[in-house]
């Protein structure tokens, strides 16, 4: 699984330095990142930087009472591309 992140802080990222981030699964490797970047967008990974975000405690109030709960964990994948090549993820809309 892998879909790309697109906040105004990923944005700035790429702009300056060709740096695209994508939410993939917690099992991927870096290879496999790589890879599958370089099949769907063609394009010439340069370097792969993961980071695991952890979940996050959560609880709200109801009428039955405190519910507690937890957001799901997730890898977060920094992927720099080749000097002058671009990642487009509206290209397919």
């Given at each position: 699984m892998i879909k790309p992140i697109v906040?105004?802080?990923a944005t700035k990222l790429s702009e300056k330095l060709n740096c695209y981030t994508f939410r993939v699964s917690?099992?991927?490797n870096k290879y496999q990142i790589k890879g599958l970047v370089e099949q769907l967008y063609g394009v010439k990974v340069v370097k792969v930087n993961t980071a695991v975000v952890r979940g996050k405690n959560k609880s709200r109030w109801t009428k039955s009472g405190l519910l507690r709960?937890?957001?799901a964990a997730w890898k977060?994948?920094?992927i720099t591309v080749g000097?002058?090549?671009t990642i487009d993820f509206f290209s397919n809309i």
């Open positions: 906040t105004e802080k917690l099992e991927a709960g937890k957001t977060k994948a920094f000097e002058g090549q």
